[in-house]
């Protein structure tokens, strides 16, 4: 059958029958990547069919305001869900609701009658796609209603980024969550984890004993870590002023992707045991003093350019920003990881909004032979290097050195290329493997505790100094001309890859 194809794609086992109750229901998180998420799960087979979708909302809704809500969001990002009608009515008969205040213990009372029990267990999912504000008010209201206790059926509350704006947020939003759920219980979502790509990297790496010996100081020169977006802030003007390219990406996203990429191979696949090397590679930080913070970190923010012919607007004039707004739309930083493995040897991450192409990836870049043999044009041959691609086009990329075939001794770049778009269409995104996992009760892919709270310490003095600074370098619209950053690679092979959807 058809979902056989696709669950492959994801794992061949089957989660329990799960209540997954979604606090934010009528929001944008939720129209735009949890219902589609689970309409592709339901088409798999990999909900099971006693699982029920749950909205809460505040809306004076009925069932079928939900129901209609949900259909017409899947017809606009997964209208393949809807347009038949006894697929649709397979979703439909999963959906269920419940009204109310957050705030309001009394939602939680009807929602501990809505849970649907299954074998005698009633196991629920609390997805919180709501503002972190709201956390702890849910968490303490499950508790109370007795929701939070697992004696008939799993409990687990997913939570997303932000995860605290700082180091002392981070730990007081932990000591919150977990007064009323244990550590066990609570899933701190990155979506990049969730990546094919970035999946496929603990695979290349520990299932091919050929990467191994190289896969060190001796031969990677330095490793770029890299998302690009064209797009500006669209409507997310509220949170990016608060929050800063450097928060909303490289402290949330790119630094565990860093620790996949750096981690020694753990014991086993168990969640502890993962998140425990990562533990490692944080702990092995170079530690940032201030001084140091305009040596290794560079932060800009786009003014007004031009792609296309269009006339784009500059961050300060977007709606709800403010005039003398110095908050950054372009970060990148170099750290480096004080361990025998990767000592001396660069990481460098970057993001950016309003750049030329909409792209993430992740370069090893390896040295260049000890001894140059052959005249190398360095116009047309790249660096050894291999490449992960996140989006678009995902897959791996290895480039090497090879002889143009002919007389002449001229030589040129080698891509060998492993597309991701090879095994055809339906391959699952994030969302589909992280709420999968949280079913299964598989939490190596999301953070820990301790590793959220470590990875604000490693970056606060960037932040602090950042803090004190009254304005900010510019780089037009559409580009990559950001003031200093070709500076954070002087000591680099190659200089920065170039970003680009056509890398040909």
Same mark, same amino acid.
């Given at each position: @059958?058809?979902?056989?194809?696709?669950?492959?794609?994801?794992?061949?086992?089957?989660?329990?029958?799960?209540?997954?109750?979604?606090?934010?229901?009528?929001?944008?998180?939720?129209?735009?990547?949890?219902?589609?998420?689970?309409?592709?799960?339901?088409?798999?087979?990999?909900?099971?069919?006693?699982?029920?979708?749950?909205?809460?909302? /505040? $809306?004076?809704?009925?069932?079928?305001?939900?129901?209609?809500?949900?259909?017409?969001?899947?017809?606009?990002? %997964?209208?393949?869900?809807?347009?038949?009608?006894?697929?649709?009515? /397979?979703?439909?008969?999963?959906?269920?609701?419940?009204?109310?205040?957050?705030?309001?213990?009394?939602?939680?009372?009807?929602?501990?009658?809505?849970?649907?029990?299954?074998?005698?267990?009633?196991?629920?999912?609390?997805?919180?796609?709501?503002?972190?504000?709201?956390?702890?008010?849910?968490?303490?209201?499950?508790?109370?209603?007795?929701?939070?206790?697992?004696?008939?059926?799993?409990?687990?509350?997913?939570?997303?980024?932000? %995860?605290?704006?700082?180091?002392?947020?981070?730990?007081?939003?932990?000591?919150?969550?977990?007064?009323?759920?244990?550590?066990?219980?609570?899933? /701190?979502?990155?979506?990049?984890?969730?990546?094919?790509?970035?999946?496929?990297?603990?695979?290349?790496?520990?299932?091919?004993?050929?990467?191994?010996?190289?896969?060190?100081?001796?031969?990677?020169?330095?490793?770029?870590?890299?998302?690009?977006?064209?797009?500006?802030?669209?409507?997310?003007?509220?949170?990016?002023?608060?929050?800063?390219?450097?928060?909303?990406?490289?402290?949330?996203?790119?630094?565990?992707?860093?620790?996949?990429?750096?981690?020694?191979?753990?014991?086993?696949?168990?969640?502890?045991?993962?998140?425990?090397?990562?533990?490692?590679?944080?702990?092995?930080?170079?530690?940032?003093?201030?001084?140091?913070?305009?040596?290794?970190?560079?932060?800009?923010?786009?003014?007004?350019?031009?792609?296309?012919?269009?006339?784009?607007?500059?961050?300060?004039?977007? $709606?709800?920003?403010?005039?003398?707004?110095?908050?950054?739309?372009?970060?990148?930083?170099? %750290?480096?990881?004080?361990?025998?493995?990767?000592?001396?040897?660069?990481?460098?991450?970057?993001?950016?909004?309003?750049?030329?192409?909409?792209?993430?990836?992740?370069?090893? /870049?390896?040295?260049?032979?000890?001894?140059?043999?052959?005249?190398?044009?360095?116009?047309?041959?790249?660096?050894?290097?291999?490449? %992960?691609?996140?989006?678009?086009? $995902?897959?791996?990329?290895?480039? @090497?050195?090879?002889?143009?075939?002919?007389?002449?001794?001229?030589?040129?770049?080698?891509?060998?290329?492993?597309?991701?778009?090879?095994?055809?269409?339906?391959?699952?995104?994030?969302?589909?493997?992280?709420?999968?996992?949280?079913?299964?009760?598989?939490?190596?892919?999301?953070?820990?505790?301790?590793?959220? $709270?470590?990875?604000?310490?490693?970056?606060?003095?960037?932040?602090?100094?950042?803090?004190?600074?009254?304005?900010?370098?510019?780089?037009?619209?559409?580009?990559?001309?950001?003031?200093?950053?070709?500076?954070?690679?002087?000591?680099?092979?190659?200089?920065?890859?170039?970003?680009?959807?056509?890398?040909?």
């Amino acid at each position: @059958m058809a979902h056989d194809k696709f669950a492959s794609l994801i794992g061949s086992e089957r989660p329990k029958a799960t209540n997954i109750v979604i606090f934010g229901a009528s929001g944008d998180l939720t129209k735009r990547k949890l219902l589609p998420a689970l309409a592709h799960m339901h088409r798999w087979n990999l909900l099971g069919p006693h699982s029920r979708i749950i909205g809460s909302v /505040r $809306e004076d809704w009925t069932k079928s305001h939900w129901e209609n809500y949900v259909h017409d969001q899947l017809l606009q990002y %997964f209208p393949e869900a809807v347009m038949n009608p006894p697929s649709w009515r /397979r979703i439909a008969e999963k959906l269920d609701l419940v009204v109310g205040d957050l705030s309001d213990p009394a939602m939680y009372q009807q929602l501990a009658k809505t849970l649907h029990a299954h074998d005698g267990k009633t196991n629920a999912l609390y997805y919180l796609a709501i503002p972190p504000s709201w956390y702890e008010i849910v968490c303490k209201n499950l508790k109370d209603a007795g929701l939070a206790d697992e004696k008939d059926g799993f409990r687990r509350i997913v939570v997303e980024k932000p %995860f605290g704006m700082d180091l002392a947020s981070a730990k007081d939003l932990n000591c919150k969550l977990q007064s009323y759920f244990e550590e066990s219980q609570i899933y /701190r979502i990155d979506h990049y984890l969730g990546k094919e790509a970035v999946q496929n990297l603990m695979v290349f790496r520990f299932a091919n004993s050929v990467l191994e010996p190289l896969w060190n100081r001796n031969y990677i020169d330095h490793v770029q870590i890299s998302v690009s977006e064209s797009l500006g802030i669209g409507y997310r003007a509220g949170y990016y002023e608060n929050s800063g390219a450097f928060r909303d990406m490289i402290q949330s996203h790119l630094m565990q992707v860093m620790a996949l990429v750096a981690m020694e191979p753990p014991v086993s696949l168990d969640a502890d045991d993962v998140r425990d090397e990562k533990m490692k590679v944080l702990h092995s930080m170079h530690e940032i003093r201030p001084e140091d913070v305009k040596d290794i970190a560079v932060r800009a923010q786009y003014a007004e350019g031009k792609v296309d012919g269009e006339t784009l607007l500059a961050y300060r004039d977007e $709606e709800n920003v403010a005039d003398d707004s110095c908050t950054e739309t372009f970060a990148a930083v170099k %750290f480096f990881i004080d361990n025998w493995r990767w000592q001396g040897v660069p990481f460098v991450l970057r993001t950016g909004k309003r750049l030329p192409d909409r792209v993430s990836e992740i370069c090893i /870049r390896f040295k260049s032979p000890p001894q140059q043999l052959f005249q190398l044009d360095e116009d047309t041959v790249l660096n050894n290097e291999l490449v %992960f691609r996140l989006q678009p086009d $995902e897959g791996m990329q290895l480039t @090497m050195t090879a002889k143009q075939p002919g007389l002449s001794t001229e030589l040129r770049g080698v891509k060998l290329d492993a597309s991701y778009g090879m095994v055809g269409s339906g391959m699952p995104e994030a969302y589909e493997t992280l709420l999968h996992d949280v079913m299964l009760g598989e939490a190596g892919l999301f953070s820990r505790a301790d590793e959220v $709270e470590e990875s604000w310490a490693i970056v606060a003095p960037i932040m602090d100094a950042w803090a004190k600074e009254t304005s900010i370098d510019t780089y037009p619209a559409g580009t990559l001309d950001i003031p200093g950053m070709d500076a954070l690679l002087d000591d680099c092979e190659g200089g920065w890859r170039d970003l680009k959807l056509d890398d040909e």
